[in-house]
């Protein structure tokens, strides 16, 4: 999987002429950062972000160390790759991606998951970025629009930047306030997919004083779960992580008979299912 050096010579001076500091929308929350070499990644949180989300792709390990001023804002570091090779090019490459410097149990590390953005030049699952081209083929690597795409769609927020590069990472930590290559702005954020929550089943079960979801989501994704009633006031919110599978059980003890709006939040998908509970 590894390229030629003519051909990393080019791809790096490609990558170096894009990666102008740049923030591509400032009320956003996501960065993300990607590479082909891994090793050990420094992270800088030296801007106030509320609710960071940090997404990290490689296809070599990588070592993600979050510091900085404002390391408390940070809400969930995922990363999406090949997690552990036998091909460290870098010096200080780790046996495996680890996360560091936040509470673990906001992190997660996915090997090779599927991509939620389709493209003919890139992969299918999400593995390695390098280069700003979506036009290309990649060489086994995605296209930044699907590493954006995958990141946005399961971490939900606002795509903010993404600093991308072919080699190894500096030891020079990477500021979050610098930004990145924001190679395609704007991002086609708009795009649809009807068949999201297609799988998903929601019913009152009266019975046993429950409201039932069960099913799936057209991909992994962090959702969150409301109880809406007539009046629009929300009287019963979960957050859950990053989920595929469905099957929660909510207690109905203590709500009044009536009718009832269980809505869905996925990234940017939303589904609003309308519920009659007799209590």
């Not at 906001?106 to 090997?111: D, H, K, L, S």
Request: proline share 5%.
């Amino acid at each position: 999987m590894k390229k030629a050096t003519t051909l990393f010579i080019a791809v790096f001076c490609i990558a170096k002429l894009f990666a102008q500091s740049s923030v591509c929308d400032s009320t956003g929350n996501i960065v993300i950062f990607s590479n082909y070499d891994g090793g050990v990644l420094n992270i800088n949180v030296d801007q106030n972000i509320p609710n960071l989300k940090i997404g990290v792709c490689t296809y070599e390990p990588v070592t993600i160390n979050i510091g900085g001023t404002y390391a408390a804002n940070v809400t969930a570091v995922v990363y999406a790759g090949y997690v552990a090779t036998n091909n460290n090019h870098c010096s200080n490459s780790p046996t495996t991606t680890t996360v560091i410097g936040v509470p673990a149990n906001i992190t997660a590390v996915n090997f090779l998951p599927p991509v939620t953005l389709s493209n003919p030049n890139g992969y299918t699952s999400i593995v390695c970025n390098y280069s700003c081209s979506t036009t290309t083929n990649q060489g086994g690597c995605n296209t930044p629009d699907q590493i954006v795409s995958y990141f946005v769609l399961t971490m939900g927020g606002t795509f903010r930047s993404h600093y991308t590069q072919y080699g190894c990472w500096s030891t020079t930590p990477y500021a979050v306030s610098a930004g990145g290559n924001c190679c395609i702005t704007p991002f086609p954020l708009d795009v649809k997919n009807p068949t999201f929550f297609d799988f998903t089943k929601v019913y009152s079960d009266n019975s046993t004083n429950e409201i039932r979801i069960t099913g799936k989501l057209a991909f992994p994704s962090e959702l969150s779960i409301e109880i809406v009633n007539v009046f629009g006031q929300v009287i019963y919110t979960k957050q859950e992580g990053v989920v595929v599978g469905l099957d929660e059980s909510i207690s109905t003890f203590g709500m009044a008979t009536g009718i009832y709006f269980v809505r869905m939040k996925a990234g940017m998908f939303t589904t609003t299912h309308k519920i009659a509970i007799q209590n």
